[in-house]
């Protein structure tokens, strides 16, 4: 047991005795032991009735953002053996994470293979005394065994769930180690596998330890999303401000509050819900796997797959949902979500002991397969099974475990956040001068109180009036109109708060495979060489289809292929093969009286008919790098048939050439290929040779020379519809955009010339220049950095490639660079990540980096992708959007159907963070001439009534508040010009000169008053204040107006009033009655409101005309001041 050194730190404090947590990738975690204890329960529950819920509200609130204080308030600190609950302390982050205990009864051991050594099972086995041994505090790499808990004298094992993670405990060694799937890089104890797939009773103990094959995540309870979604401090506060009025008897105000909040909070929480509710079903997929248990094939849902399960792929769902090796056959996989490349790969078992050592999975390896992929077509002979063997589940595999990355991201605070606690604190800045001059007054001015207690707490209602109980709720029903324009664009939000962030984004990061473009190739044509006399050459590029004139390439097109006549191989159009002859137009002949298969045209006149048989083929296999086939055509022409046999060959270009007569193979080929490939295709050379042999022969030996050069097969990315006209309107309102993917270089800087993120090639403007950064670290660790036009191959100096500050070139990078450049920092760096559009060969931690730098030198950032190596930039970024929720949906604050949606989430953010910002100016404004009217009658002894609070409140400022929110955003995209906080310097001004114009007319008003004959001072008393009054009342009827300005001047500035309808609907409700209730109120209004009327009509006509004065005064100042921003916003764009 490790002990900490410095006894100063946070962590002595907190662990009484510092345990260690063993992460899959190194990392250690201290962690601190819990239980139930019957003291600590009583006293929690009895804290929580006493106070009427808030305390457990306060322990609900502490869960998330300070657990180890909540686990402390609940909970008894014990050793682990004995610990119900765990708390794990993240050091990096300074967070904590509080996890249950859950216990599993070992009921079978399990078959182990013959390469495990008894000697590793101490560390789960050993006595109490070795606990404490010296030899054992730190165990050898070898004994940490992730499967040593599986033995025959474990009766049950403990484990925790941290961060969607299985650990499991061990006891010699008091801590709790990570449970890994078959894989590692150090021997381990394993069940035995083989070809026979495991024995039952060892799958049933498997799924009790690893549980069920899903990444499935809990729907969060109410009161979940209630602390995630909604409550923060102005929440909090308003609990404070019932806690007052309540305690100052105004029990219909507290009673509005609590009833308004209620259902406002109920609305947003039901919305909410349903949307988790809704991902998470769709979510909830199932597909359906072929296994191999005991020698026999069973049919199971993905779910109940374990590590050591042998899968049949070829009866299996196309959809893998495990991560494992080819132990037979091979396959394609489209791996596009998981790298970002749209060509299929080959996987094919490797020769080797699948009961041996089982080495790290990784992508480029030739039989890995990972859980995401999707199996588009393969080779087996006929009634031949294709295996595959389990080796992680559920989050220990690659996906689940970038998704566990994704959704425990590096905290840092938005803008946005900043802003709103900043304004707390200002509001409750403002209210603590109100309070001290409210408690100076009531004490020591001649208009003093007697009871104290009574002073402080009229002192604390002004507190509490610098956050009305309007804005939160404001807050949350701004949050529901967003939420409701995004959802009728069909765009989920998982977290509302994001929403106002988009507002503030400049730069859009886009993956380019199911985000820019289709998830799928597109066979673009060929380019047939003619073999002429003299010598061969290239014709033009031609578009392939069933009446291509070239007939060996057509023939080649329709059989040289993997395809099978049945099941999933001529299902999947991603399936290359498949791509191809879809393009012929070709289809298979299903006649039972062929004996080999055969393929035909679409379209066959009677006289002339075409038929292709395959007779032999040799599958494409990474070794070999081609497919080749021998075929029959056969041709019938007025009932004579005419056959002759060829051998197709198709491949990697420069294996194709190899086997070619030099003759035959222009002499400007590898310009040609240059050519295409600089274009960012992909390439498949083609070569045929007449081939004889007979029917009967047994074997059939593959010609490797004398062919003849056919040409080549150009491939494509498919435009993604809508990406072009996207990225224009993206950089016509001055967005940054920048592509990031996987994919080769080549293919990138050719989609990103397309879609218009790069300019195109060749057009003479310095400003167009694309420039190919190389970075790589010399002999004694210094950075090289190499720059060189991407077109022309001009090589320039660094200093010379990084242009001016005005108009910098136009940066690619490839991922082994920008791990250079990132590990090195500097200025270097920070020129790639303002200049750089196009990031090629980015691994998921990558992408991720350069969101999260692109976010900390000030580019606020929108991640676009659809695929799981997306989900820890998806999370990083300001805000991400998946376009696949399947495979991101859960990690991306947002869900699109396509590219489309993003200036749609754009407008919507914009329009929402100024309604935000609006609401927030309203507010503080409202607060101030109100806390000011409050106190100028405090210092007379005077007060306004319970019901002008009701009516200004929660009907007047509420009804103002809610329908902000209302506006719709526009229809054409906003300009990416940094939104403007509250706190910049013209807004400050603007709304201070507001509030001064304002609290000048409600002083003048009061002295005017003064001097009318009618007017007579209140009879006042020192042991409480007094409601009715002139001042109180004329008071109140100019705020009521008052309150009103703010709003108004938003509509000037931002949106016209009639975008918002059910506003200006407020608007005439709200003048209409304050109106009424100024020149003529009824006498139960006067009597419910306590009022003074005077009995001059004139004065109170005068008073309208002082607040119409006053509102055309605040207009033309905020037109001063908006005019004012213009002309700056002008002087720098320019």
């Not at 979510?283 to 296994?291: A, Q, W």
């Not at 006053?1110 to 033309?1116: A, D, F, H, S």
């Amino acid at each position: 047991m490790e002990q900490t050194t410095n006894s100063n730190s946070y962590n002595d404090r907190l662990f009484l005795s510092r345990c260690i947590l063993h992460s899959g990738d190194g990392e250690e975690l201290p962690i601190q032991g819990f239980k139930f204890d019957t003291k600590y329960t009583v006293l929690f529950w009895v804290l929580a009735v006493i106070t009427v819920g808030l305390f457990y509200l306060l322990y609900a609130f502490l869960t998330v953002y300070a657990p180890h204080i909540a686990a402390h308030l609940r909970y008894k600190s014990v050793p682990l053996e004995e610990a119900e609950f765990i708390l794990v302390y993240e050091e990096r982050s300074n967070d904590c994470t509080l996890c249950e205990v859950i216990t599993v009864e070992i009921k079978k051991s399990l078959n182990y293979s013959s390469t495990t050594t008894p000697a590793s099972n101490s560390m789960f086995t050993a006595t109490e005394g070795d606990i404490n041994s010296p030899g054992l505090s730190n165990p050898p790499e070898s004994d940490i065994t992730e499967y040593s808990a599986l033995l025959s004298d474990v009766p049950h094992i403990k484990y925790i769930i941290y961060r969607y993670t299985r650990y499991i405990y061990s006891r010699p060694f008091n801590s709790f180690y990570f449970l890994s799937g078959l894989d590692g890089d150090n021997p381990m104890k394993r069940p035995k596998v083989s070809m026979q797939g495991l024995k039952l009773d060892d799958v049933n103990t498997l799924h009790d330890i690893y549980g069920p094959n899903e990444m499935k995540i809990d729907n969060n309870t109410y009161l979940q999303l209630f602390i995630d979604n909604i409550l923060d401090l102005f929440y909090l506060f308003q609990i404070f401000t019932l806690v007052v009025w309540i305690a100052a008897g105004f029990y219909y105000y507290s009673a509005g509050i609590v009833i308004f909040s209620t259902l406002f909070i109920g609305a947003a929480l039901i919305r909410i819900k349903s949307y988790s509710d809704g991902m998470m079903a769709e979510l909830d997929f199932t597909e359906t796997v072929t296994v191999i248990r005991e020698g026999a094939e069973y049919e199971i849902s993905h779910r109940q797959l374990v590590p050591g399960d042998v899968v049949v792929i070829n009866k299996s769902s196309k959809y893998l949902t495990f991560d494992g090796i080819m132990i037979k056959g091979q396959v394609y996989v489209d791996m596009a979500s998981l790298k970002g490349v749209t060509i299929p790969v080959i996987k094919s078992a490797q020769s080797g002991d699948i009961s041996g050592r089982i080495d790290k999975l990784s992508y480029d390896a030739p039989n890995s397969l990972y859980s995401g992929s999707k199996v588009v077509g393969g080779y087996w002979e006929d009634r031949e099974e294709v295996l595959a063997l389990v080796v992680n589940t559920g989050f220990l595999t690659e996906k689940g475990r970038t998704f566990c990355k994704a959704t425990t991201p590096d905290v840092y605070q938005y803008s946005i956040d900043e802003d709103g606690l900043t304004y707390f604190k200002f509001l409750i800045v403002i209210g603590t001068i109100s309070f001290i001059v409210a408690m100076i007054l009531f004490s020591f001015g001649k208009n003093y109180l007697t009871d104290k207690i009574y002073a402080l707490l009229q002192a604390l209602r002004l507190v509490t009036l610098s956050i009305p109980p309007s804005l939160p709720l404001a807050l949350t029903m701004a949050y529901i109109w967003s939420s409701r324009r995004l959802q009728r664009e069909e765009i989920g939000c998982r977290n509302y708060r994001r929403i106002y962030v988009g507002g503030r984004i400049m730069c859009v990061v886009f993956d380019k495979t199911g985000t820019l473009t289709k998830n799928i190739t597109a066979t673009i044509g060929y380019v047939p060489v003619h073999q002429n006399l003299d010598k061969p050459t290239f014709s033009g590029l031609r578009e392939a289809s069933a009446d291509m004139i070239d007939d060996d390439i057509l023939y080649l097109m329709v059989s040289c292929h993997d395809l099978k006549m049945a099941q999933l191989s001529l299902d999947d159009e991603s399936s290359p093969d498949r791509i191809i002859l879809a393009s012929t137009g070709w289809t298979v002949n299903k006649s039972m009286g062929n004996r080999y298969p055969r393929l035909e045209p679409p379209r066959q006149s009677p006289g002339h008919k075409v038929f292709v048989d395959i007779i032999r083929r040799i599958p494409f296999n990474s070794a070999l790098k081609y497919t080749a086939v021998i075929a029959r055509i056969l041709k019938e022409a007025y009932k004579q048939c005419n056959y002759y046999n060829k051998c197709y060959v198709k491949g990697e270009p420069e294996t194709i050439i190899g086997f070619c007569n030099p003759e035959s193979v222009p002499v400007e080929t590898q310009d040609v290929i240059a050519k295409y490939t600089k274009q960012g295709y992909i390439l498949v050379a083609m070569a045929y040779k007449d081939f004889d042999f007979h029917d009967d022969s047994k074997s059939i030996e593959f010609p490797k020379h004398g062919m003849t050069f056919l040409g080549l097969l150009i491939f494509g990315d498919e435009l993604a519809e809508g990406a072009e006209g996207v990225i224009s309107s993206l950089h016509h309102k001055k967005f940054q955009t920048v592509m990031c993917t996987g994919d080769n270089i080549h293919t990138a800087v050719h989609v990103a010339r397309q879609v218009g993120i790069l300019p195109p090639a060749n057009t003479g403007n310095p400003a167009d220049k694309v420039v190919h950064i190389t970075a790589t670290l010399d002999t004694f660790g210094g950075l090289v950095i190499d720059a060189m036009d991407y077109d022309d191959g001009t090589k320039y100096k660094p200093e010379s490639a990084w242009g001016d500050s005005w108009s910098p070139p136009n940066f690619v990078v490839e991922g082994d660079s920008w791990e250079v450049l990132d590990n090195a920092g500097g200025s270097h760096l920070d020129r790639i990540i303002i200049a750089g559009k196009v990031f090629a060969r980015m691994t998921p931690r990558q992408k991720k980096n350069l969101v999260e730098l692109k976010h900390k030198i000030g580019y606020e950032t929108c991640m676009v992708g659809d695929g799981s190596n997306d989900n820890e930039a998806l999370v990083e970024a300001d805000i991400g959007i998946s376009l696949n929720s399947r495979e991101s949906g859960l990690s991306a604050p947002f869900h699109g159907k396509s590219i489309t949606s993003v200036p749609i989430l754009l407008n919507e953010g914009r329009t929402a963070l100024i309604q935000l910002l609006t609401i927030f100016m309203f507010t503080g404004c409202h607060t101030v001439i109100g806390m000011f009217a409050e106190t100028y009658l405090y210092s007379m002894l005077l007060e306004l009534t319970e019901a002008d609070w009701i009516y200004i409140d929660l009907f007047l400022v509420m009804s103002i508040d809610l329908m902000l929110g209302y506006t719709e955003s526009r229809e054409t995209i906003m300009t990416s010009r940094r939104a403007e906080s509250f706190w910049n310097g013209i807004r400050i001004s603007s709304n201070s000169a507001f509030v001064a114009v304002c609290i000048a007319f409600q002083v003048g008003v009061m002295f005017y008053m003064y001097e009318q004959p009618w007017y007579s001072p209140a009879v006042t008393s020192h042991a409480h204040l007094t409601e009715s009054s002139y001042e109180a009342t004329y008071l109140f009827f100019i705020l009521i107006f008052q309150l009103t300005f703010p709003a108004i001047i938003y509509t000037i500035e931002h949106e016209p009033i009639h975008r918002n309808l059910p506003l200006l609907g407020v608007f005439v409700v709200l003048y209409t009655v304050n109106t009424y209730a100024v020149i003529y109120p009824a006498e139960v209004i006067v009597e419910v409101f306590d009022f003074k009327i005077s009995p001059s009509i004139w004065f109170r006509a005068e008073i309208i005309a002082f607040l119409a004065v006053n509102l055309v005064i605040n207009i033309l100042i905020e037109i001063g001041f908006i005019s004012f921003k213009n002309r700056s916003n002008k002087i720098k764009e320019h």
